[in-house]
């Protein structure tokens, strides 16, 4: 069965720090993959999403940007964190089957 | 993808069943509903989908209008676990083109079971 894991949990991270968060889908080939972020009592928002190795497309400008290294494997990034960067982030996946599947997300804090 | 509109909040006492309803009145033909579930913390859950027929799984049921323009997800009996924000969203079901399967999420429902 398809499995997809987002790493770390919770993460604090000071303003002006580089970020880095994972995620990987295990159990599929040639999936979609996304980035959400879920800004706190807010409605998810698609960061970013990815049809195929390398291939990256952004939905908003910001102070972020995606990687997909390895076909299962999807990296968001940033070189310097805002205050404003705060937020629920949450990895999906899709396939051939019209439903996508979410990972447990990374709650992230800048301070 | 068709916007959707979904009450804000809504009160449920465990054991009955929860109505949640949702309006997409400029759903097309080739776009599914779709209901997904957020528990506080955790990332969102499938629940559903449905093009035009009603649905059912062992979580819930989809009734869709026959004009497809609104759709209720019934959960037969909600107990307190089922408390979360629940999310309507219609787009078709390709994964491929412009849309890219990209889910488009509104405020959604906050659903409430009290004892």
């Known amino acids: 069965s398809q499995t997809i894991h987002q790493w770390p949990a919770t993460l604090v991270q000071p303003v002006g720090s580089p970020l880095s968060l994972e995620c990987t889908v295990e159990?599929?080939?040639?999936?979609?993959l996304y980035w959400y972020r879920q800004a706190a009592g807010r409605g998810l928002q698609l960061l970013f999403y990815?049809?195929?190795?390398?291939?990256i497309s952004s939905e908003v400008p910001q102070n972020l940007s995606a990687s997909r290294p390895q076909d299962r494997q999807f990296i968001l990034s940033s070189k310097k964190l805002l205050l404003s960067d705060s937020g629920f982030y949450l990895c999906?996946?899709?396939?051939?089957?019209?439903?996508?599947?979410f990972g447990q997300g990374t709650r992230l804090t800048v301070v | 993808d068709a916007k959707t509109t979904q009450p804000p909040s809504m009160d449920c006492a465990e054991g009955r069943a929860a109505n949640l309803p949702c309006n997409h009145s400029?759903?097309?033909?080739?776009?599914?509903v779709y209901w997904y579930r957020q528990i506080h913390s955790q990332g969102p859950q499938y629940i559903i989908h449905?093009?035009?027929n009603n649905e059912t799984n062992e979580m819930a049921s989809l009734i869709i209008t026959e004009d497809r323009k609104s759709s209720t997800l019934i959960l037969p009996h909600a107990t307190l676990r089922d408390t979360a924000v629940y999310y309507c969203?219609?787009?078709?079901?390709?994964?491929?083109?412009?849309?890219?399967?990209?889910?488009?999420f509104g405020q959604g429902t906050i659903l409430t079971v009290h004892p």
């Open positions: 999906a996946w899709k396939q051939t089957s019209r439903v996508a599947f």
């Open positions: 159990g599929t080939s040639n999936p979609n």
């Open positions: 990815s049809v195929g190795i390398g291939q």
């Open positions: 400029t759903i097309s033909g080739n776009e599914y």
């Open positions: 449905g093009l035009k």
């Open positions: 969203i219609v787009r078709v079901a390709f994964a491929g083109g412009t849309s890219y399967g990209k889910l488009t």
